[in-house]
T-cell receptor
Framework: DQQVKQNSPSLSVQEGRISILNCDYT??????FLWYKKYPAEGPTFLISISSIKDKNEDGRFTVFLNKSAKHLSLHIVPSQPGDSAVYFC????????????FGSGTQLTVLP | GAVVSQHPSRVICKSGTSVKIECRSL??????MFWYRQFPKQSLMLMATSNEGSKATYEQGVEKDKFLINHASLTLSTLTVTSAHPEDSSFYIC??????????FGNGTRLTVT
């Protein structure tokens, strides 16, 4: 049973426009969520996170929104740049888990110049 | 910032041999390291949690006798794939964290068993 789901395996966006990547989770115990960016043959790189006590966290061009009632979070990238092209993983964890993360299956974002 | 180094980045071995993968935290002490495995077009699956000075905790379905984990120091954890078979071919990634900071990942090891 997938506890963290990314239903869109791929997304293409024009440079300068907004990219919206979505993630759903089923485990209500999760209270901390992260987004990672991954290039081929490299490990994931931490991008941004959000605690369940917030509904929004912003860092430069990246904003993560959390809707606890819907068990849904999204990552907004604006404006999108060609260098943003990568696989984006949503991950979730809960207090006391020793930082064990449950990952979604990833979304390949392609930003077209 | 914190850096996690993983070695080797790519390894090809023959079926039946063992392969050791190293994961080092370069500028911080990691009491806990994690080992993940990723199949093509799938998510990273947690294999085990490696605690310094104690036995690793394995996730359900992961054979502890096949995937030996040693966390001998605060900066080094190793994963040994014993008697490797072609179905063990995968991308293995380690990660570590400091206190409440987000996990930092190594660059992964592409294992191919022929």
């Amino acid at each position: 049973d997938q506890q963290v789901k990314q239903n869109s395996p791929s997304l293409s966006v024009q440079e300068g426009r907004i990219s919206i990547l979505n993630c759903d989770y089923t485990n209500s115990m999760f209270d901390y969520f992260l987004w990672y960016k991954k290039y081929p043959a490299e490990g994931p790189t931490f991008l941004i996170s959000i605690s369940s006590i917030k509904d929004k966290n912003e860092d430069g061009r990246f904003t993560v929104f959390l809707n606890k009632s819907a068990k849904h979070l999204s990552l907004h990238i604006v404006p999108s740049q060609p260098g943003d092209s990568a696989v984006y993983f949503c991950a979730a964890t809960f207090s006391g888990s020793a930082r064990q993360l449950t990952f979604g299956s990833g979304t390949q974002l392609t930003v077209l110049p | 910032g914190a850096v996690v180094s993983q070695h080797p980045s790519r390894v090809i071995c023959k079926s039946g041999t063992s392969v050791k993968i190293e994961c080092r935290s370069l500028d911080f002490q990691a009491t806990t390291m994690f080992w993940y495995r990723q199949f093509p077009k799938q998510s990273l699956m947690l294999m085990a949690t490696s605690n310094e000075g104690s036995k690793a905790t394995y996730e359900q379905g992961v054979e502890k006798d096949k995937f030996l984990i040693n966390h001998a120091s605060l900066t080094l954890s190793t994963l040994t794939v014993t008697s490797a078979h072609p179905e063990d071919s995968s991308f293995y990634i380690c990660s570590a964290s400091v206190h409440s900071s987000p996990l930092h990942f190594g660059n992964g090891t592409r294992l191919t068993v022929t």
